[in-house]
């Protein structure tokens, strides 16, 4: 049924969408019992882990008004403007301002819900407009996009979903454009998308080319040679690739400094020829087609799985009707093959698909484009509704179902022989239950027999409640396998740990940082967490950190000091020790049971040390030698630091393809005792001591840190057991105890010359004091990044590297008054490129305006363009 064309029913529509949308969700989230209609909240994954503690931290910057963009509560401190680009700048995110700080798990429900009520409104607004018709079942043509299989998959990345807002949107401004009228549209909305998020943003201005094509395409006569095409939309193309460019240009204020930010961290493309070879392979197979139906996503392949393309089996039938269709003129058949063709070659291909994610492998939810695809194929089957699905032959009727069953029934089969016969990892986590596949067959034969015989508006209706039924059951089927946390113990523990932390603060904003080895909030949630942005989420400086935006040669500092890294997004405070702690500054430590507790070898954030020191070089992979040399340039001395242990009576014991090692240490003096390997194989989970397991990361294999193993006695015999798929473990490993007493003293004397200085608002300020005349520079634990200054008794000096990648100024009086001062790279110039970008276009739109003064002056016929458009 066919509604009249107006802009007021296109905006009843509009308004429609959204409500259903909001509907359908509150029903979803009322059965699986999440707030704000529920018990339970939506902190699994990265959701409790990255996008809570900085929407936290985004609230309180906002609130108490201190906003620096050199943050020391991310890591040990890192330039913040490429996180709040990548996290935090959709509009969205201002909601938590509503809300308490323990109930932003609420608000990410509410950004959640309105997001996605958003994405409805501007699909249904573009699909009304690009077809120029409205039919009744255009809100359920958007709630098939707004609820998709990429939005069920990726809901924990909130951030993401700004680009299906904005996609429709985009598409409508390069409609406008090919129809003559203004490009402000494509302008605004391109530009607000990379704005929002530029890593969703990107792919969006690499899908305006192919949509600019399928545009070409659509409205060009087939038998046009490519060459005659381009001729006769030479303005069109001029158009949108100016308005693409000044877009671009004016979204420099984002992405320069981003950009720049970006380079700092670890660079993942494939590097290796096997990689390489990985990449080459097709990064799915016959499985994909398990995605055209419900049910292909849950907990279990939240990381590994084919592109999530599910946007109902309704559409999947309308598509593939659409291409039976006598109605359906052959321009639109062939524009909407080489879009969907495109993008599924794009993710077929690894190489192109990298292209896709900036040229970085992504760590986990492989496709992240893939809604891209969702859009295009629901385009199409709104344009085969409107065609009249029941125009089909009675071939083409029975053709349909039989080919979509078909694809399902491959895809579970695909699945079932790699799970059971090929024993492949990726397919074991991909669902593939029986049951499912007999409802996504039975939902095929009820869309078939409504979709191609439905004429009256009741039986189009129903048409649409199953679709909304299908689409909730799909959302809830991935909420159910999700280890949901309860909102109210949420609510509890995080007032409880802030007043923790909160007696550590100080009123002169004194910098310093604490060691939280343990998460308060772990026994809150169902699936492990170890509270890597804890310091965020508490507005504390620590030394953990978990984000895309990890500064690489930091990472690398701190892994060359013993600390626990598990991949080039997380640095852990698991490995550290006292040298460390007193390196970094750490002043407390927040114990398991949840104390605070004042660090003995608290010695500042920094401290006045020799040019030998200064100019000392770490060396991967050897912790022990590298702390040694470390407190030999501190405070020279004849006796070692650490004192190399060895193991007596080591037995070994073959069990499967495992080897399980005892040894006695006899310790040479009392102190901590710590353990380190360069055996790849060893199971950090398996580690014994005197026949108590260790509580260390488990299940990282090739992943070297230090491991305290515990507070030794001298002469007291230290009974250790290891575990490792390696017959070379104990060649590879190494125990050193570390001498208190000699450590003692090098504390002692540089607490006495200690470094405390404050920082605000992205200025640090303090006094340093020389104790000798050797002491020619200042060592502080302030990570280094091209974006300090710094000034010495009011003269400007040059900040160098030191210990991999921290900072030193060099002191030229016994009291030094030191000033650094941060400011993001590229922000200047960026600022700078977007006002550009904004005049040239002004410009342009100006200029054009006063052309079509001149033609509507002029009379007809005097060869003037009629819409006043000179490129």
């Known amino acids: 049924m066919n509604l ?83 996290y935090l700048l959709s509009p969205f995110n201002l909601l938590v301002l509503l809300f308490p700080a323990s109930q932003l798990p609420v608000a990410i429900s509410w950004i959640f819900i309105l997001k996605d009520m958003t994405i409805a409104a501007t699909t249904c607004w573009f699909l009304s407009r690009h077809f120029n018709r409205i039919h009744l079942l255009l809100p359920f043509f958007t709630l098939a996009f707004s609820l998709c299989g990429f939005a069920s998959a990726n809901f924990v990345n909130i951030m993401w979903l700004d680009g299906l807002i904005y996609l429709p949107l985009i ?7 090919k129809a003559g009228n203004q490009s402000i549209s494509l302008f605004v909305w391109l530009t607000a998308a990379i704005v929002s998020n530029y890593y969703i943003g990107y792919m969006l201005g690499l899908f305006t080319l192919i949509y600019a094509v399928e545009t070409i395409i659509r409205t060009n006569d087939l038998h046009f040679s490519w060459i005659t095409a381009i001729s006769h939309n030479r303005q069109f193309i001029t158009r949108f690739i100016f308005t693409e460019a000044a877009s671009v240009m004016s979204s420099m204020v984002v992405l320069l400094p981003t950009m720049l930010g970006m380079l700092q961290t670890a660079k993942t493309s494939p590097s290796t020829a096997n990689s ?63 879009t969907a063709g495109i993008l ?23 496709f992240r484009y893939s809604f891209l695809l969702s859009f295009v194929l629901i385009s199409a089957a709104y344009e085969m509704v409107l065609a009249n699905p029941q125009g089909l032959s009675f071939k083409a009727k029975l053709s349909t179902p039989t080919i979509l069953a078909g694809l399902l029934i491959v895809g579970y089969l695909d699945i079932r022989l790699g799970r059971h016969v090929l024993t492949n990892d990726y397919l074991a986590v991909q669902p593939n239950s029986l049951n499912v596949l007999i409802v996504n067959l039975l939902l095929t034969v009820i869309f078939s027999y409504l979709l191609f015989t439905a004429v009256h508006p009741m039986q189009q209706l129903l048409i649409g409640t199953i679709v909304c039924l299908e689409m909730g059951a799909n959302f809830g089927y991935t909420l159910k396998s999700e280890p949901l946390p309860l909102q109210t113990g949420y609510e509890t523990a ?3 740990v802030d007043t923790i932390v909160s007696k550590t603060k100080t009123t002169d904003n004194q910098l310093y940082r604490i060691d939280q080895s343990h998460s308060q909030l772990a026994p809150i949630f169902k699936e492990t967490y170890l509270g890597y942005n804890d310091p965020v989420l508490f507005n504390y400086n620590g030394i953990q950190e978990y984000s895309s935006t990890l500064t690489e040669s930091t990472r690398q500092s701190l892994k060359m000091i013993g600390l626990f890294s598990k991949n080039q997004r997380r640095i852990s405070t698991a490995g550290s020790t006292a040298i460390s702690d007193m390196l970094l500054g750490v002043k407390y430590q927040l114990n398991p049971a949840g104390k605070i507790e004042k660090n003995a070898s608290f010695a500042g954030i920094g401290f006045p040390v020799t040019n030998q020191f200064a100019h000392l070089q770490l060396t991967a992979g050897t912790l022990f030698t590298n702390l040694e040399r470390i407190l030999q340039r501190l405070a020279p001395s004849n006796q070692p630091y650490l004192v190399s242990e060895s193991g007596t009576n080591p037995q070994r014991q073959t069990i499967g393809a495992r080897e399980k090692y005892t040894l006695t240490i006899i310790p040479k003096l009392s102190g901590p005792l710590y353990f380190d390997t360069s055996d790849k194989l060893l199971d950090y989970s398996a580690i014994y001591v005197n026949h108590t397991r260790l509580k260390t990361i488990p299940n990282q294999l090739d992943k070297q840190y230090l491991v305290k193993l515990g507070t030794a006695k001298r002469g007291v015999p230290v009974t250790l057991q290891l575990t490792s798929k390696s017959q070379n473990t104990l060649h590879e490993s190494h125990f050193n105890s570390l001498n208190d007493s000699q450590f003692s003293k090098v504390d002692q004397h540089l607490k006495q010359s200690a470094f405390t200085p404050t920082y605000t608002n992205d200025r640090l300020v303090g006094t340093a004091v020389r104790p000798n005349s050797q002491s020619e520079w200042l060592y502080t634990a302030i990570p280094y990044d091209p974006g300090w200054t710094a000034t010495v008794n009011g003269q400007p000096v040059e900040p160098i590297k030191v210990l991999g990648n921290f900072t030193a100024l060099p002191l030229t009086d016994q009291s030094n008054h030191i000033v650094m001062s941060y400011h993001v790279p590229g922000l200047l110039l960026g600022i700078i490129l977007s006002l550009l970008g904004l005049l040239a276009f002004s410009w342009r739109q100006f200029r054009n305006l006063a052309l079509r003064k001149d033609v509507s002056q002029q009379a007809p016929g005097d060869g003037t363009p009629s819409n006043g458009e000179t490129y």
């Open 4 to 86: 009249k064309y107006t802009t007021r029913n296109i905006l009843l529509m509009v308004a429609l969408s959204a409500a259903l949308t909001g509907v359908v969700l509150a029903m979803i989230f009322t059965v699986n019992q999440i707030t704000p209609f529920g018990t339970h909240n939506l902190l699994v994954g990265d959701m409790s882990a990255q996008y809570v503690p900085f929407l936290t931290g985004f609230r309180n910057a906002l609130l108490i008004g201190h906003f620096s963009l050199f943050s020391f509560s991310l890591g040990v401190g890192e330039n913040i403007f490429p996180l709040i680009t990548y």
């Open 276 to 338: 390489l070879a990985a990449a080459a392979k097709p990064q799915f197979g016959l499985e994909i087609f398990s995605q055209l139906g419900l049910g292909g996503q849950t907990y279990d392949n939240r990381l590994l799985h084919a592109p999530a393309i599910f946007s109902s089996l309704a559409i999947a039938l309308l598509v593939i009707g659409y291409f039976f269709h006598p109605q359906i003129p052959r321009n639109h058949k062939l524009a909407v093959s080489v």
């Open 171 to 177: 598409c409508d401004g390069i409609d406008q454009i």
């Open 494 to 496: 995080y007032p409880r």
């Open 344 to 366: 599924s070659l794009s993710m077929l291909i690894g190489p192109i698909n990298l292209v896709w994610h900036m040229l970085n492998e992504p760590s986990g939810s492989p």
